[in-house]
């Protein structure tokens, strides 16, 4: 069965460091999305890419969060200088279609913890 | 008010309970509506996902979706203990379909 892949599963970094989370989404998948989950809080998108242009950054806090997805296919989430408030899990997901929300299918998560 | 209310629980029933989980939302351009299982340190996975008002049916799952009232269920019978998650309320509308999702609601299946 096809799977988003995320690495690292688990980060533990001093804040002001730099971190970077890597996402392979499920083959043929056009549309990808960077979620950030708060401990005891739903996921909250952080970007949303179509194949690799940026739809939605509009929650992204572009000061010191960046993401790309150079070929269309994976992406890397970057966090330069990392906070003691950015400790959370970062979910990746995908769906097939560009139109509609499809079936948005999650990684595991990368577990960040800033200390 | 935020855009979708979910009770966090936590919900605590017996093995082979008809479970009852609800959310409420404001925004009138929601049409898809999903539901998501969480597993401790997992991502969500997509149990179920309709489109406009009524019942979806998978299994021992079962949606309901109420936009006059701007209210959505999932029952889930014959409780399992593999059934313990967190349960998540996820919806979209509008230009870019972006999912907002509810807080969550942790549920214990005990045997």
């Known amino acids: 069965e096809a799977e988003v892949a995320q690495s690292p599963r688990y980060k533990i970094t001093e804040k002001s460091q730099a971190v970077a989370f890597w996402c392979d989404p499920i083959s043929g998948h056009a549309t990808l999305y960077w979620y950030r989950q708060i401990l005891g809080q739903g996921p909250e998108l952080l970007v949303q890419f179509q194949d690799e242009s940026v739809v939605d950054d509009s929650q992204l806090p572009k000061d010191r969060f960046s993401a790309e997805r150079l070929k269309g296919v994976d992406s890397t989430l970057k966090i330069q200088p990392a906070e003691l408030g950015d400790s959370a899990m970062y979910l990746c997901?995908?769906?097939?279609?560009?139109?509609?929300?499809?079936?948005?299918?999650f990684g595991p998560g990368t577990r960040l913890t800033v200390t | 008010q935020k855009e979708v209310e979910q009770d966090p629980g936590p919900l605590s029933v017996p093995e082979g309970a008809i479970v009852s989980l609800n959310c409420t939302y404001s925004n009138s351009a929601f049409q898809y509506f999903m539901w998501y299982r969480q597993y401790s340190r997992k991502g969500p996975e997509l149990l179920m996902y309709?489109?406009?008002?009524g019942n979806k049916e998978d299994g021992r799952f079962t949606a309901q979706v109420d936009k006059s009232s701007k209210y959505i269920s999932l029952f889930i019978r014959d409780s399992q203990p593999s059934d313990s998650a967190t349960y998540l309320c996820a919806m979209s509308g509008g230009s870019n379909y972006k999912l907002t999702f509810g807080k969550g609601t942790l549920l214990t299946v005990n045997p």
């Open positions: 997901a995908s769906s097939l279609g560009a139109t509609g929300p499809g079936e948005q299918y």
């Open positions: 309709t489109y406009s008002s």
